[in-house]
């Protein structure tokens, strides 16, 4: 699988939008994104996948550039809830596949 | 809640003892995944069943098994217990359909100590 590379960490105001980058320069055309969440030492929580166009779900949006190198998860309003290590995993098309975690980005949204 | 349900919650023991850690899918799917978390190696694919078959392996030692049973439930054997297996186990599920993105989707954990 493709390797990503993310900030280790990033801040946010609650109430404000929280984008989060995720570069995947090696990506190959059979691979999704997927981006995870885990709270503190709570199972990981699936948020959201995407190919190659943009998504939205009830949790955030997927911002996929075209050539598919970078992405950006966005949480439109953060809340305290938020807080969390983020995780943008490259993942093979195929099912049944592994997920490969990295070191993620640990948000923290500030009151 | 995700769905998939693990037991126990907590689980201490000692060096050199054996442990069985327990996970129901989501009703419908047929893989399991068992997952390790631990402070210096993250999280860590180990194992991966569908359909009662073993599928895929990854970073699982020679100590520890699994099996997923006819109602594909699975268990984590983990044997021979050393200090280094204090982490945190997490099983996921998904439908396992070719064709299909095959979301995961984890339990909430299993917190093994081992004293």
């Known amino acids: 699988d493709a390797k990503t590379t993310q900030p280790p960490s990033m801040d946010c105001a609650e109430g404000r939008a929280a984008n989060l980058p995720c570069n995947h320069s090696t990506i190959s055309g059979n691979e999704y994104v997927y981006w995870y969440r885990q709270i503190h030492s709570q199972g990981p929580q699936y948020i959201i996948h995407?190919?190659?166009n943009n998504e939205t779900n009830e949790m955030a949006s997927l911002i996929i550039t075209e050539d598919r190198k970078s992405s950006t998860l966005i949480l439109p309003h953060a809340t305290l809830r938020d807080t969390a290590v983020y995780y943008c995993?490259?993942?093979?098309?195929?099912?049944?596949?592994?997920?490969?975690f990295g070191e993620g980005t640990q948000l923290t949204v500030n009151p | 809640d995700s769905g998939v349900t693990q037991t126990p919650k907590h689980l201490i023991t000692a060096t050199g003892q054996r442990v069985t850690l327990r996970c129901s899918p989501r009703?419908?799917?047929?893989?399991v995944y068992w997952y390790q978390q631990s402070l210096d190696q993250g999280l860590q694919f180990l194992i991966q069943?569908?359909?009662?078959?073993?599928?895929a392996k990854g970073n699982i030692l020679e100590r520890f098994s699994a099996q997923q049973f006819p109602d594909l439930h699975s268990e984590l054997n983990l044997s021979s217990l050393e200090l280094g297996d204090s982490a945190l186990y997490f099983c996921?599920?998904?439908?396992?359909?070719?064709?299909?993105?095959?979301?995961?989707?984890f339990g909430p954990g299993t917190r093994l100590t081992v004293l």
């Open positions: 995407g190919l190659k």
């Open positions: 996921a599920s998904s439908e396992g359909l070719a064709g299909t993105t095959d979301t995961q989707y």
């Open positions: 069943y569908y359909n009662g078959e073993e599928r």
């Open positions: 009703s419908g799917d047929l893989s």
């Open positions: 995993i490259v993942r093979q098309k195929t099912s049944g596949s592994r997920l490969t």
